[in-house]
């Protein structure tokens, strides 16, 4: 794997409740605050030539790798056209944000995903 780097953006907003945790969005119902300036974080990764060819994302993360998958899924010339695949660890399903372009989210994502959940896992909000 010598031609293939492993970049690790930091989410942008601290989370409200402890400054010292980040976080990607501030979601109030199915409005994602702040989520177009995280996803402008990975497009701006793929603006500096970096090729995004898989995404690994833990708990809001990994809901973060899964919008990914669907905007590229809408479009992939647009949405990390060399993305191959995502890995989703201690996910979680949400409803779709609002801030999303419509995305047909009918039938499974094509794209390779490898789910990890724990069987004592919960969802912290």
């Known amino acids: 794997l010598e031609d293939v780097e492993f970049v690790a953006p930091d989410a942008p907003f ?5 400054k010292n945790l980040r976080t990607w969005w501030n ?3 199915n409005s994602y605050q702040g989520l177009e300036q995280s996803l402008g974080i990975l497009k701006g990764q793929q603006e500096q030539n970096v090729e995004i060819i898989g995404i690994l994302g833990f708990s809001q993360g990994a809901r973060f ?3 990914a998958a669907l905007l ?3 479009d992939p010339s647009e949405w990390f056209p ?3 695949f995502v890995i ?3 996910g979680y399903d949400a409803p779709l944000p609002n801030e999303l372009p419509p995305i047909n989210t ?4 094509p794209l390779p995903s490898f789910h990890v959940w ?3 896992d919960k969802l912290i909000t």
């Open 14 to 18: 601290p989370l409200p409740d402890d």
């Open 27 to 29: 979601r109030v119902g």
């Open 65 to 67: 790798a899964h919008l």
């Open 72 to 74: 590229h899924q809408e």
């Open 82 to 84: 060399n993305l191959t």
């Open 88 to 90: 989703l660890v201690a």
């Open 106 to 109: 009918a039938g499974k994502i």
């Open 118 to 120: 724990g069987l004592g």
